[in-house]
């Protein structure tokens, strides 16, 4: 945790807030934070700042906020991800996340176990948990926008090319390198663990798609996905 | 498990494997073979090759074995790692052997916890297990060498300049972005998830390291670990 997100309905009109959960523990376990100190503060959809520690015990913690800065900038980055097992989608929307991803699409396809489509990591509040750790430790407080799309065909045909200018495919059977350092704005669909089938890729590329290597070793996804965003250039 | 490894001591002179355990149970379970059809599969510390299944019951699965092929080449990288909690210790050992790094030293720093070295994540069989994942995952068959370096100071002076002629540390601190797809040699050293403390990033600079940035984004270790490695192109 390093800052500590703080959502507006917590604000009250004199700009103190106080905190009795998580957040609390951490400042006075993890930070050990005592009165009159400095803590990185930042508000959700909002600005980042400093929150000056004005009560510490343990029932809680009432701190004064001034949030004076901008977050940081979000790359124009869409990733479209072939949903993957409940723990690999927790993982990744954190670190997506961490790493200022924008939007977030995720995916049925043929290979993706129709059982993961209801499983609790899928609960809004899930999400949001794991959006909000990923915040965390970035510095940030930008929330990504989380979509699903269960039908393929349809989300290729009607959504996939409004996306972005540049859509970018990763698939181990290609031979074109996947760039790095690219700044035009973005989506790169990655497919399941057991790979796209032949007509998925193709109808990928028929929407405009590219598609891209990173290797003949075959990846996990979330090695490709993390691979592939900080070899994009994503973080800023 | 993208390929079968085998061990030379479970070649019988006729090229013939038999196997009783979870690969045996990855060909009947997972991938439906039948009496006939190839696999393929690959010798620890050998070649790549396709097997013909012979005979798959449920007590067992009995292969003729031909290895025919050399594996994907490894990176000339050495990483060098800040010993991370377990769980993450896990999960990028194998992360970096299907990368194909080709050596790997697990380091005290200041901010590790001590009580990290009696994991049992440690053992020589724990260690031996992640890496058969990451080669399987990554259909390779040359192991990674592991080694420890509990003395900081001692471990910066005597054996990293020997490492490699360049050697690059992450550290979100310093300006100058990670290069991307580096051929010449390399050793990378990650600090802990609390980061390196000045001393030792200066102790290291000493030694001849850069400091390289992936941005301004505070980001997990494994995050970090697994994107400047496909940032750098050492997937082959």
């Excluded at 990185?40 to 510490?56: A, D, F, N, P, Q």
């Excluded at 900038?73 to 790493?99: E, N, Y």
């Excluded at 059977?173 to 790979?195: D, H, I, S, Y």
Aim: proline share 8%; charged share 25%; hydrophobic share 45%.
């Amino acid at each position: 945790m390093n800052v500590i997100l703080i959502h507006e309905h917590e604000v009250a009109s004199d700009g103190r807030v106080r905190l009795d959960d998580r957040r609390a523990e951490h400042l006075r376990q993890v930070l050990r934070k005592t009165s009159g100190m400095p803590v990185r503060v930042g508000l959700v959809g909002g600005w980042l700042g400093t929150g000056i520690i004005e009560g510490i015990a343990a029932d809680g913690v009432s701190l004064r906020c001034d949030f004076t800065e901008p977050p940081p900038p979000k790359r124009a980055l869409t990733v479209v991800l072939a949903l993957p097992r409940p723990p690999v989608l927790r993982r990744l929307l954190a670190q997506m996340t961490s790493l200022g991803v924008e939007r977030i699409v995720l995916l049925q396809t043929e290979r993706v176990e129709k059982s993961y489509w209801d499983s609790p990591a899928l609960a809004t509040e899930s999400i949001a948990e794991q959006l909000q750790l990923g915040l965390e430790q970035a510095v940030d407080t930008m929330l990504p926008q989380v979509e699903f799309a269960r039908r393929f065909g349809r989300f290729v045909q009607d959504e996939l090319p409004g996306l972005a200018p540049r859509i970018l495919v990763a698939d181990p059977r290609t031979m074109k390198p996947c760039p790095a350092n690219v700044t035009e704005p973005l989506a790169v669909v990655f497919g399941p663990e057991g790979g796209l089938i032949p007509p998925e890729l193709e109808r990928l590329v028929g929407a405009g798609a590219e598609a891209v290597t990173l290797g003949s070793r075959i990846l996990r996804v979330e090695t490709a996905v993390v691979g592939t965003l900080v070899r994009l250039g994503t973080c800023s």
